[in-house]
């Protein structure tokens, strides 16, 4: 586990890029947290990281949005909607075994489709602090994620 | 001259809708089966999104347009689909339902862009006149789409992250307000005061592009700051508040548009195009522009439906602008950007 604090959308982005150059197909990031607390903007750092030229907009009402013009495909879902159960159906497994690298935002809606190995990245709003300061939690599960975490973001948040 | 007849099918997120539309320009029928409702009765504040649903409408939506615009399979000319952008299971329910008519019936089967369809529902209005410049806004879109000529559109502005309606439903979620929350903020916005100057993000800046996700956390900021010294805001004041702000950037935008891109028509769609500040707001600002005529989709045709489909599918139709039977969806659809922007 890694606790980051940031307080620009520019910060969170910078982790999203740092990440991204490790990457490789069919890894699984889980953002979780607050609305509004970055996640979206997480995700565009780390689409440009990927070398993505698109730019990355909500996927909140079309639930997954598909990026192929970077290293890697980028599948960018977001189960907000899906908090009746009805995730199920998507068809997630084939994403999660793809090519491509998966974000999926409010993982909770979707906790039964998910595999073993993921990093899950949880955003907390720190009103308390000033209104741009967020919290990030980082909780690799498995050792390739472990590993991403340890070469790519030390402990300043750099 | 024979009078043509399209069948037309909408099912690429919540609504599963099928209609009969006659020249593209009159509705014979329009039946559109929300999952909306279903699932409030349910208690979920967010409809399901899966294709089942889809699945158990879809054939009572033919059988029930069809008896509305009394007609039978023998009397139509051509069937039309949206098949993207959207969601990859519900577009798949029409794409196939209209490739089996299309083929049991021998009628020619005709793709439409979901958008090209909320544009056209302003065809109900009056003949679209080109060019002309529409501004597109509803829970998964904010693009301000340039008509040069019937049958091409191209982006010259979009949202950089989150679209208008998805801004409000996700205030209207902090504020407690059911999915869909636009109508509950725009009528609470009628009786408020601008009294909390939410920032206008990219008002100023010298593009055609949007962005609500600061906005919407500036909102959130507001809201939870007041909750933790218990204070109770005052939930008209801060509907009218955000929807001035959200308002504010879409006029301001599409009156920039305008100057660069002068048009015949300005056409207002998409299912925020249904919110009563807006139309006001975009009304008031165009009765200054004597040359453009502002044409604002029917409010009962701004969300999703297939009368919609078959008023932009009548112009392929026209074109002869058919797709084959191997048509698959495509639920990242989009519209080339117009050349002379640079993004």
Known sequence: M????????????????????????ADLILLDGDLGAGKTTFTKGLAAGLGIK???????????????????PLYHMDAYRLDDGSGDELGLDEYFNGDGVNVVEWSKFVANELPDNYLRIVFK???DLEDNARTLTF????NHFATILKESIDEDGK | MKRNLMMAFESSCDETSVAIIENGAKILSNVVATQIKSHKR??????EVASRHHIEEITICIRDAMQEANVTYDDLDAVAVTYGPGLVGALLIGVTAAKMVAWAHQLPLIPVNHLAGH????????????PALALVVSGGHTELVYMPKEGEFQIIGETRDDAAGEAYDKVGRVMGINYPAGPTVDAMAAKGNDTFDFPRAMDKDANYDFSFSGLKSAFINTYHHAEQVGNKLNHDDLATSFQNAVVDVLVDKTLRA???YPVKQLILAGGVAANNGLRTRLSAAIDQLPATQLIMAPRKLCGDNAAMIGAAGYVLFKEGHFAGLDLNADPSLEFDWAPDVIQ
Do not use: C, W
Not at chain 1, 58 to 69: C, H, L, N, V
Not at chain 2, 42 to 47: C, T
Not at chain 2, 119 to 130: D, G, L, S
């Open chain 1, 139 to 142: 909780d690799p599960h498995g």
């Open chain 2, 258 to 260: 305008l100057k660069n």
């Open chain 2, 42 to 47: 349910f208690g979920g504040v967010v409809p």
């Open chain 1, 125 to 127: 709003r720190n009103d």
């Open chain 2, 119 to 130: 544009i056209y529902a302003a065809r109900f209005v009056e003949p679209i006149e080109f």
């Open chain 1, 2 to 25: 890694k606790t980051i604090t940031v307080d620009t959308p520019e910060a969170t982005m910078k982790l999203g890029r740092a990440i991204a150059s490790h990457l490789k197909p």
């Open chain 1, 54 to 72: 698109r730019n990355v907009k909500s996927p909140t009402f079309t639930i997954i949005r598909e990026y192929q013009d970077g290293r890697l």
